[in-house]
């Protein structure tokens, strides 16, 4: 692990991830700030993934269930090379596959998402398909923690220890902010760590910023074949990266002017 | 004729599911079972004595399970979902929509207990709005079989198709007609007689109601073509212009709301391709009640005499 060039990486996904939303003139970017740390210690060090081929049988499985945050993801598989970078300057524009919500159609994204609650029950698929079939893939699920109020999650939190899904991690990006309100006060999780220990889940919690401590805790979690289901509780900050968005509400919608859009370029360069 | 129509017993469609999924399963390991907590009333039990491994009880959380079939697709297994019909489409249509329609996977979505006949557990569990609910959406499959022999061969052949589907039973026994071990043919409808005089199209139990109500027909003459519109989407659109080409009116009967069911689909034909009078057997934008499955047939105008009527209807309409 080369902390150095995993925060370089992080660095162009928020640049990359910043130019797709100004030029569409799209939304969500605080959202793809809070988890580009996360993405580049994945893509860098973590998944078992090969731009080349990015229907590899044995591939690791990143289900983005957050998918209104998908320019940051776009941003880091154009990156790694999964497609030519020129083709995210498509990305909300008439006719593009880059849709502003995750697109099954990009290669190296395994589904549409946008509508919440959708991801991880899929992610239970997919780790229940590789314990049947014996394949060694991991399966890891990032979610937002807004999204923890769609019921459909807990229906899966329930389940999976009962299947004993130990080739599953799910990653919450915890920016502590929704659509249109903190998450304390809009439905608080708190005590969230006790939430998913009684649900019997093995919970590790990072400063989801720290690159060296996501690498760690995401690479154990990986390993850890114990017949328990992963969950990793990121806290994050909305926006990191540029001090006018970071923990503002504002910038889960806004799109950035021009103004915005070069002071942002300029912080993060 | 019609009357040449021989019953062969009485068998509920969820049965010709049970030892449809067990056939389907000797032949393809990569079919496999999901349940709701509801493996007896959809008859898993064959299957999941001889193949326990390709089981999984996702207990009483239908969203987790359309997701979890999803995902075990991309693993390249064939996930048949179980549970009653309401519980599998209004109750879970988001995950469809969009974890399985909008991204192609090859998930069956399987549900007992459809219509009024599931009887007695009354308007909670009756859906008659779930054929309208999977047609609209792109790329699924609707398939609604008659009988046991049927809903049989159906449950094998989706397992050969691949794509999305809707697979429609019921749970009452019912007359099992059609023979045993027959072909499915996905989107081709089934012609039971030939007549000149008047089509009626039905699907699901009312396929039976639909031959009681043609036997009278033809005692009085009149010429009926039945057909079994076993697949509403795709639907047989060539086979249904022939037919009503040939006769000119037509009676559509199903266990659904008319508003958004087999009647609609039909009636979309006739407008587009050949206009003719159409009258509809189906609820009538209603919810169900509990009682016995015969009884609520009667009450919701769902009976061998409405078909008639209708029938009668059409025919006049036909002449003006």
Redesign the interface.
């Given at each position: 692990m080369d902390a150095k060039s995993t925060t370089y990486l992080a660095g162009e996904i928020r640049k990359t991830a910043l130019s797709m939303v100004y030029e569409a003139k799209s939304s969500h970017i605080g959202g793809a700030f809070s988890m580009a740390d996360i993405l580049a210690v994945l893509y860098e060090d973590v998944l078992h993934v090969d731009p080349s081929e990015p229907k590899m049988v044995d591939r690791d499985r990143l289900l983005l269930s957050k998918g209104h945050a998908c320019s940051a993801l776009y941003a880091v598989l154009g990156l790694k090379g999964f497609f030519p970078m020129e083709s995210l300057a498509s990305y909300g524009q008439d006719g593009s596959s880059f849709l502003t919500h995750i697109s099954h159609y990009i290669p190296g994204v395994e589904i549409s998402a946008g509508s919440l609650g959708h991801g991880l029950p899929i992610a239970c698929g997919l780790a229940l398909a590789a314990k049947r079939k014996a394949r060694p893939w991991t399966t890891f699920c990032l979610m937002s923690d807004g999204e923890l109020d769609e019921g459909s999650n807990w229906e899966s939190f329930l389940l999976a220890p009962q299947l004993g899904l130990d080739n599953l991690v799910v990653i919450i990006d915890y920016n502590k902010i929704q659509s249109l309100g903190f998450v304390k006060d809009v439905i608080d999780l708190e005590p969230l760590i006790q939430k998913f220990e009684a649900f019997k889940w093995e919970v590790f919690t990072i400063d989801g910023h720290e690159i060296q401590e996501i690498y760690t805790t995401l690479s154990s979690a990986k390993a850890a074949r114990n017949g328990v289901p992963k969950v990793v509780i990121a806290h994050t900050v909305k926006g990191k990266g540029v001090d006018f968005m970071e923990n503002k509400l504002l910038w889960h919608y806004k799109s950035p002017n021009a103004t915005e859009y070069q002071q942002a370029l300029g912080q993060l360069d | 004729m019609l009357k040449d129509i021989v019953v062969l017993n009485e068998k509920e469609t969820r049965g010709g599911f049970g030892e449809g999924i067990l056939e389907a399963g000797r032949k393809n390991p990569n079919v496999?079972a999901l349940t709701a907590d509801l493996l007896g009333s959809m008859k898993l039990q064959a299957f999941i004595k001889e193949f326990p491994?390709?089981f999984?009880q996702?207990?009483i959380?239908e969203?987790?399970?359309?997701?979890?079939?999803?995902?075990?697709?991309?693993?390249?297994?064939i996930?048949y979902t179980t549970t009653f019909a309401n519980f599998s489409t209004g109750r879970v249509y988001?995950?469809i929509?969009?974890?399985v329609a909008?991204?192609g996977k090859n998930v069956k979505i399987c549900a007992s207990h459809a219509g009024l006949t599931l009887g007695e557990d009354g308007a909670t569990h009756q859906i008659l709005e779930d054929i309208g609910l999977m047609k609209m959406l792109p790329g699924m499959t609707v398939i609604v079989p008659c009988d046991f022999n049927q809903t049989k061969a159906a449950t094998i052949a989706i397992s050969e198709y691949e794509g999305p589907v809707y697979l429609r039973f019921g749970r009452p026994k019912w007359p099992n007609f059609t023979p045993e071990n027959q072909p499915f043919e996905i989107g081709k409808a089934q012609f039971l007689s030939e007549g000149k005089d008047i089509s009626i199209f039905a699907c699901g139990h009312m396929v039976w109601k639909a031959i009681e109500a043609g036997r009278i027909l033809e005692e009085k003459g009149v010429s009926v073509e039945v057909v079994n519109i076993h697949t509403i989407k795709p639907l047989d659109v060539e086979g249904i212009l022939k037919s009503i080409q040939k006769t000119g009116c037509a009676v559509t009967a199903e266990e659904h709301n008319i508003i958004g069911g087999l009647g609609d689909s039909v009636a979309q034909v006739a407008a587009r391709h050949f206009p003719i009078p159409i009258e509809y057997v189906g609820t009538n934008d209603t919810f169900g009640e509990s009682g016995k499955p015969e009884d609520l047939l009667v009450k919701y105008g769902l009976d061998t005499p409405n078909i008639l009527a209708a029938a009668e209807k059409a025919l006049i309409r036909k002449k003006h």
């Open positions: - | 496999v491994e390709r999984v996702v207990g959380a969203a987790n399970m359309i997701g979890i079939a999803a995902g075990l697709t991309i693993g390249g297994k996930p988001d995950q929509r969009q974890s909008y991204s």
